[in-house]
């Protein structure tokens, strides 16, 4: 499975942005979907998850209320809308697949997503 992150980009903070994740080679339905962030220096940190079927979603705590995951599997992409972005999501974001049915709890387990994109950079930052 092949997996190509876009649209980041330079926002200001309270701005908005959509990333897509496009994935090739597999069969996307069956594949819980994930995205993470990585800030340089740190460790890679869950942002949000669904599983496959949109059969349920995940997200990390400072995102709750201001990213939306969603998916199209007719068009194989997985989305993360992102609002009210604020300084500290600027961030590398990777899209991650796993062709695991994953429960709840180990939807933000890295370790659990065979396939990785190439990041798409996020900067918050008037």
């Known amino acids: 499975v092949q997996l190509q992150a876009s649209g980041g980009g330079l926002v200001q903070p309270g701005g908005s942005l959509r990333l897509s994740c496009a994935a090739s080679?597999?069969?996307?339905?069956?594949?819980?979907m994930g995205w993470f962030r990585q800030v340089l220096g740190k460790e890679r940190e869950f942002v949000a998850a669904?599983?496959?079927?949109?059969?349920?979603?995940a997200y990390l705590d400072s995102v709750k209320g201001r990213f939306h995951i969603s998916r199209d599997n007719a068009k194989n992409t997985v989305y993360l809308q992102m609002n009210s972005l604020k300084p500290e999501d600027t961030a590398v974001y990777y899209c991650?697949?796993?062709?695991?049915?994953?429960?709840?709890?180990?939807?933000?387990?890295?370790?659990?997503?065979?396939?990785w994109g190439q990041g798409t950079l996020v900067t918050v930052s008037s």
């Open positions: 991650a697949a796993s062709p695991l049915g994953l429960i709840t709890s180990s939807l933000r387990r890295g370790d659990q997503y065979h396939y």
């Open positions: 080679g597999g069969t996307f339905s069956s594949y819980t």
């Open positions: 669904i599983k496959r079927g949109s059969l349920g979603t």
